[in-house]
């Protein structure tokens, strides 16, 4: 990461624009520009050597001005004050967009959770969950998974909370398991979201799924169960990476293989799975591929100033959150390449969290079908939304979703007021 980044400028730059565009006042919106709360708590952790290490948590509560704060708790060794405040930012913009009734917020803690084990991984998840128990809770601030957490996370989250709190309390994160007051469809709901915005995207330039090439940056839950359901699809994955590395076959991998090995155990990496036909490049050049659509599907930045004339896409669905820097995007579309937003291409997962919201507060189980067709609704709606406002401003999809879902919080604003 150059240091001259800074993820929350970034974010905040494209909300000035996209205010601009719609004819805002700065007294309008300029609340947005500042999280409503930010809380640095210090985990200590008694390790499984006997050691003590203290690891740094953050949870920003950027707006509740729609609805209680939403949005996924992330473990990662980058992660830092100004990530989170532009994660919870993009969280207010995002279930704006798909017009679900929550504002934005954003957790995590800066440590490789690769490096601990299942034990440590608890400890540290149910300490940070009391520290964080003040703030959070079925109408105030709603957690759920993000990079490097999943369901068990947020058992043993709810499994605290509810400890604390003196009941059970199955609405205060989403992303549960299944057995445990989760949703039938969450675990494969980005990766479903980005399939759908991947589908109009195509209608929309022409290009028929049948056959199409695509990359995939990362292999995680979203990376992983996007390209398994464009492959189903009929898209042919050439490409697919992990922080280990990246895999290539012209012909296309045998992804439900690929796959299959990495989920087989936790920690399973792409430079152990091999294959006939196979060759390994490097992150960057799977970014270069000549490639119908390329979805980056790990972290922020990864398509930045320098590399993004060597993009060989024609079309970028993003599924991570910021994968394209303001920069890059002035140079993508100069190139005539068509990018789908993160706040709409991966809001499929925080759609299927308020449908598990949704359950959990009325005691009722939906089928994963009725979910499914739910998701698909919201998300083909979603898009033809922020189709409609790009091509009414002649902008591009980023700038259209952003004023849609900024033209949305500011008129909860109105509404709402400033009280004081
Ligand atoms: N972490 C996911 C995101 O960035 C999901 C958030 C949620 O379900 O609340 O959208």
């Known amino acids: 990461m150059s240091n001259s980044y800074n993820p929350h400028e970034e974010i905040m730059h494209?909300?000035?624009?996209?205010?601009q565009l719609l004819g805002l006042e700065e007294r309008d919106y300029t609340q947005l520009k500042y999280p409503e709360r930010e809380l640095k708590v210090s985990v200590p952790v008694r390790m499984d050597d006997g050691s003590i290490k203290v690891f740094e948590g953050y949870r920003v509560q950027h707006s509740g001005v729609r609805g209680p704060y939403k949005g996924g708790i992330r473990y990662h060794q980058n992660v830092d004050m100004d990530e989170v405040k532009a994660l919870a930012a993009a969280m207010t913009f995002k279930c704006a967009v798909v017009d679900i009734p929550y504002g934005g917020g954003k957790g995590g803690i800066t440590v490789d959770a690769t490096k601990l084990s299942k034990g440590e991984l608890e400890r540290l998840t149910r300490k940070y969950t009391t520290l964080l128990f003040p703030m959070v809770g079925p109408h105030i601030d709603i957690p759920?998974?993000?990079?490097?957490?999943?369901?068990?996370?947020?058992?043993?989250?709810?499994?605290?909370?509810?400890m604390v709190n003196g009941q059970l309390t199955l609405s205060v994160v989403t992303g549960k398991p299944i057995a445990l007051g989760g949703s039938l469809g969450r675990r494969e709901a980005t990766g479903r979201g980005v399939l759908i915005a991947t589908r109009e995207i195509?209608?929309?330039?022409?290009?028929?799924?049948?056959d199409a090439t695509v990359a995939v940056q990362g292999a995680g839950n979203v990376g992983g169960t996007t390209a398994l359901l464009l492959h189903r699809?009929?898209?042919?994955?050439?490409?697919?990476?992990d922080v280990?590395?990246?895999i290539y076959n012209e012909n296309g991998l045998d992804i439900e293989d690929v796959v299959r090995f990495l989920r087989a155990e936790r920690g399973r990496l792409l430079k152990d799975y091999d294959a006939p036909g196979l060759v390994r490049i490097s992150?960057?050049?799977?970014?270069?591929?000549?490639?119908?659509?390329?979805v980056p599907a790990a972290l922020e930045n990864a398509i930045h100033e320098k590399n993004a004339s060597s993009i060989g896409a024609r079309v970028i669905v993003e599924a991570a959150n910021g994968p394209t820097t303001t920069a890059a995007d002035e140079i993508l579309q100069k190139k005539g390449v068509t990018i789908v937003p993160d706040i709409l291409a991966n809001a499929g997962g925080v759609v299927v969290s308020y449908f598990e919201w949704l359950q959990n507060l009325q005691s009722v189980k939906w089928e994963e079908e009725e979910i499914n067709r739910k998701l698909e609704n919201i998300m083909v709606k979603a898009f033809?939304?922020?189709?409609?406002?790009?091509?009414?401003?002649?902008?591009s999809l980023r700038m259209g979703a952003f004023m849609l879902a900024l033209e949305r919080i500011v008129a909860a604003i109105k509404l709402r007021g400033i009280t004081f």
């Open 283 to 294: 992150n960057e050049e799977l970014l270069q591929l000549k490639v119908d659509i390329l």
């Open 14 to 19: 494209i909300v000035d624009k996209a205010a």
């Open 233 to 241: 699809e009929g898209c042919r994955i050439i490409a697919i990476s």
């Open 202 to 210: 195509a209608k929309k330039v022409g290009l028929d799924l049948k």
């Open 144 to 162: 759920a998974p993000d990079v490097n957490t999943n369901e068990e996370v947020m058992a043993w989250f709810m499994d605290t909370y509810s």
């Open 244 to 246: 280990s590395g990246a």
């Open 384 to 395: 033809h939304d922020v189709w409609s406002m790009a091509e009414k401003h002649g902008t």
